[in-house]
Nanobody, 118 residues
Framework: VQLQASGGGLVQAGGSLRLSCAAS????????MGWYRQAPGKQRELVAR???????LYADAMKGRFTISRDNGKNTVYLQMNGLKPEDTAVYYC?????????????WGNGTQVTVSS
């Protein structure tokens, strides 16, 4: 089981980035997938998650700016981030749960750095 995240980078405040996370292995299309992030000196926090059926949940700070989506045929989850702020600077981690009915992470991907300059 592997989750490979990509798409991070350096962007100016107000800019956009799109993160991708591809999962290898069978069955991920039935599970929750999502994103957490961890800024220096802070705890890892939920950014957004999406069910196999497409129901999504966002942390309050991301509502209206970030959009999570998935392509079950490709076992891939995406995070479109618009209106980025310096406080969005963090390492972003994708995850997958272990079943359709559990939303919490079981499998983690590598982190991808997002840096937003002011």
């Amino acid at each position: 089981v592997q989750l490979q995240a990509s798409g991070g980078g350096l962007v100016q405040a107000g800019g956009s980035l799109r993160l991708s996370c591809a999962a290898s292995g069978a069955g991920f299309s039935n599970n929750y997938m999502g994103w957490y992030r961890q800024a220096p000196g802070k705890q890892r926090e939920l950014v957004a998650r999406i069910s196999s059926g497409g129901s999504s949940l966002y942390a309050d700070a991301m509502k209206g700016r970030f959009t999570i989506s998935r392509d079950n045929g490709k076992n891939t989850v995406y995070l479109q981030m618009n209106g980025l702020k310096p406080e969005d600077t963090a390492v972003y981690y994708c995850y997958a749960s272990r079943s359709t009915f559990i939303s919490e992470p079981t499998y983690w991907g590598n982190g991808t750095q997002v840096t937003v300059s002011s």
